[in-house]
């Protein structure tokens, strides 16, 4: 099994909903990035999202697309994140998701992209705009490499387009509470609980939700619904406010997600 497998399958028998962070990789410098990773584990990440910085970020909002503009002027390239996981690797056993667009991807290529990827201790990836009716390719040369792939699933989604996403998802499914691009909002979208139940009649994998998501209160509305919360834009502002209350603030955020058995 995967890390983000091993993951899932001990969040079940805690019976707790797991904390899944996202942050920019690069910003503010590559160097700070392991740290910053580290931060977020102490303050009760369960997984990391390592965010690929990319010019033309269309799922992005305000706050990530400045972290990635920081971080290309950083000199951070998708190969420098690879070494940035390589990094992280030496010192923690936290699941890492690669979160990127698929022009970054191509670019790289497929096959060395998977294969550099598990050797720098990635455990999935996640194209963000990837069509999943064409993504079977893609499937096929991450899983043969020993990879999770993850994709997205919106309330807009037909179910047959739900259904492609269970099919070619390993590791869990990413569910995004509303549409549109990230950001962090004042409330919780009302598509967010009926887009849970429409996708497990799809499937058995975990379930997290994204999107909109940036305080302890958004947090508890999803604990115990879903088996993962994930949190983006809220940390790549902390980031940028203050590094060094990275911990704490990831603290407050996992604070809610007591043990409660997944319904």
Do not use: W
């Amino acid at each position: 099994m995967s890390r983000i497998t091993e993951l899932f399958a001990r969040l079940k028998s805690e019976g707790r909903t797991g904390m899944i962070a996202y942050l920019t990789a690069g910003d503010p410098t590559p160097d700070a990035t392991p740290g910053l990773v580290a931060a977020l584990e102490r303050g009760g990440a369960d997984l990391i999202e390592l965010g690929v910085p990319f010019s033309d970020p269309i799922a992005d909002g305000p706050v990530i697309q400045l972290a990635g503009d920081r971080a290309i002027k950083a000199g951070t390239t998708l190969k420098r994140v690879l070494a940035i996981a390589a990094e992280i690797r030496k010192s923690s056993e936290v699941p890492l998701l690669l979160f990127t667009y698929l022009n970054p991807a191509l670019r790289y290529g497929f096959e060395k992209l998977a294969v550099d990827a598990k050797a720098a201790g990635i455990d999935g990836c996640l194209l963000t705009d990837v069509s999943v009716e064409e993504a079977s390719e893609y499937v096929s040369v991450m899983r043969a490499a020993g990879l999770d792939t993850v994709f997205l699933a919106a309330p807009t989604s037909t179910e047959a387009r739900l259904a492609l996403v269970a099919k070619y998802s390993s590791g869990f499914v990413y569910l995004v509470s509303r549409t549109g691009i990230t950001g962090e909002q004042t409330s919780i979208s009302d598509l967010a609980m009926p887009l849970v139940q429409r996708m497990r009649a799809h499937t058995d994998l975990p379930l997290a939700m994204g999107f909109g998501i940036s305080t302890p209160a958004h947090v508890a509305v999803f604990n115990g619904k879903v088996e993962g919360v994930v949190v983006g834009s809220a940390v790549v502002r902390q980031i940028a406010r203050d590094p060094a209350g990275l911990e704490a603030f990831m603290s407050s955020l996992t604070q809610p997600l007591k043990a409660v058995a997944i319904s």
